[in-house]
């Protein structure tokens, strides 16, 4: 069982930035996969970035969105995976969730997809104003 808890969530104005971090539980398995999903009101879970955590694991994938905006890093001797927004626009505003799966690294080596995924945090709101 993996355990994920998001935290820095805020209210910011429009040009604003936030840092998101997402705690997990130690991964067994040496390839794993973890993204950060927007869900605003009425919405289905929208891809955001995804990075690959483990052995050897290097890549990172953003949506068309966040690219050239925000950035995904991990800290692997902390277990966490952190998620920099810059830049922010009211449209980014929305729960953002973190999610990880556990049986290797990122599909395809593209942003990943909500149904790749088993095991979600709580998530954070993200509250962007003109």
């Known amino acids: 069982q993996v355990q994920l808890k998001e935290s820095g969530g805020g209210s910011v104005q429009a040009g604003g930035s936030l840092r998101l971090s997402c705690i997990h539980s130690e991964f067994v398995h040496p390839y794993n996969c973890l993204s950060w999903f927007r869900q605003s009101p009425g919405k289905e879970h929208e891809g955001v970035a995804s990075i690959e955590v483990g052995v050897g694991g290097r890549d990172s994938y953003y949506s068309d969105s966040a690219k050239g905006r925000f950035t995904i890093t991990r800290d692997n001797a902390k277990n966490t995976v952190y998620l920099q927004m810059t830049r922010l626009r009211p449209e980014d505003t929305g729960i953002y969730s973190c999610?990880?799966?556990?049986?290797?690294?990122?599909?395809?080596?593209?942003?990943?997809?909500?149904?790749?995924?088993?095991?979600w945090g709580q998530g954070t709101q993200v509250s962007v104003s003109l």
């Open positions: 999610a990880a799966r556990v049986d290797g690294f990122c599909l395809n080596e593209r942003l990943q997809k909500p149904d790749e995924f088993s095991y």
